[in-house]
């Protein structure tokens, strides 16, 4: 909505409402003041069009597929649907993918009995038990191994499940919402990604725009996670104008960490342009200033190049990798040799 944010002129604090090139103040206004405002903030023709679209999936019991980079804000949509939906007032139970190892994800996802495996010691409620007739969400669902795609696939045809080691069937009310940074069309092709459980997902597929697709909405995404974070940060104009030169790899995510690491500095209430790098790079700004060799600056910048994406996924390894363009089992190795422990 048409939300305010301060631009710093020496001691002159002035303030600046910034309206979407094409578009009205009266055409801004006139959108509804609900959950999908509140929760995904921005003036830009992509967020506009983003609520636009999120506010048409509400009602009924299609499933999603929110399409988009790590950190743009796919739980956050999710949760949006939920809380404007038919089903608010019943669970909303996430899962991510690709931070639960191939071996428990069944477990995780359909529950299981006392004696199913080994160390199953008492009976386990999954997910999907959980969710109830609410929102199931399914965060990085390419990760799924095909193994179980086929058996969530089952539960989507069927409308009911087995725990692991159980007998009798269960019913399956929730809707779905999937969610993913990976081209599933290409891991179709690939034999990577079940097609049939591609088509059953993506009967309403909607893109999250990356955050560098809509660098005028940074001013109010900058007061929304400093009231979330609760703290008093403000950029100068010439700060903020770094901050848009970005290209916000880790999108909305990364864009937390750097508010976060301003309220340390000295004058969190006047950040200047010469803050920002340190701001986007903390570790590798210090590196800089050390007078060390060649090798040891280099290692530097790598362990905070691992260090920035883990922060950028959650300390998810897979996907930390994905955003560094290699494998997983190199940042592991990598990992080890800078001492960096998994969280």
């Not at 009205?24 to 023709?45: K, N, Q, Y």
């Not at 937390?256 to 200047?272: C, E, G, S, T």
């Not at 790079?281 to 920035?308: C, F, N, W, Y």
Request: glycine share 8%; hydrophobic share 45%.
């Amino acid at each position: 909505m048409n939300q305010p944010y301060k631009i710093l002129h020496g001691t002159t604090e002035t303030t600046v409402r910034v309206s979407p090139l094409g578009r009205t103040m009266h055409e801004r206004v006139s959108e509804p003041a609900d959950g999908f405002t509140h929760a995904l903030v921005g003036d830009s023709t992509a967020m506009h069009q983003l609520r636009s679209n999120l506010r048409g999936l509400t009602a009924g019991d299609s499933s999603v597929i929110l399409l988009g980079p790590s950190g743009s804000g796919k739980e956050v949509a999710a949760r949006a649907i939920h809380a404007a939906g038919p089903r608010a007032k019943r669970p909303f139970v996430a899962i991510n993918i690709a931070a639960i190892p191939a071996t428990l994800l069944e477990s995780e996802l359909f529950g299981h009995e006392a004696g199913a495996f080994t160390g199953a010691s008492r009976q386990h409620i999954g997910c999907i038990e959980s969710a109830g007739d609410g929102v199931l969400f399914l965060d990085e669902i390419g990760d799924m191994p095909l193994d179980a795609q086929s058996r969530l696939l089952r539960v989507l045809e069927g409308r009911c499940f087995r725990r692991l080691g159980g007998y009798g069937n269960l019913p399956f009310a929730a809707r779905i919402i999937a969610a993913t940074h990976c081209n599933l069309v290409q891991m179709v092709d690939e034999g990577r990604f079940r097609r049939d459980l591609w088509f059953r997902l993506a009967v309403l597929p909607v893109r999250l725009p990356p955050l560098v697709e809509r660098t005028r909405d940074l001013p109010q995404l900058v007061l929304a996670l400093a009231r979330e974070l609760g703290v008093d940060v403000r950029f100068s104009d010439a700060a903020m104008l770094r901050l848009m030169r970005h290209d916000w790899p880790g999108n909305v995510r990364e864009l937390r960490n750097v508010v976060a690491r301003a309220a340390h500095l000295p004058d969190p209430m006047l950040v200047q342009a010469e803050d920002v790098a340190g701001l986007l790079h903390p570790l590798a700004e210090s590196a800089a200033k050390l007078d060390i060799g060649h090798d040891a600056r280099m290692a530097a910048v790598e362990r905070t190049a691992i260090l920035a994406a883990l922060g950028n996924n959650d300390g998810v390894v897979a996907a930390a990798a994905r955003q560094l363009g290699i494998c997983r089992t190199t940042l592991q190795d990598r990992m080890r040799r800078h001492g960096i422990e998994r969280q």
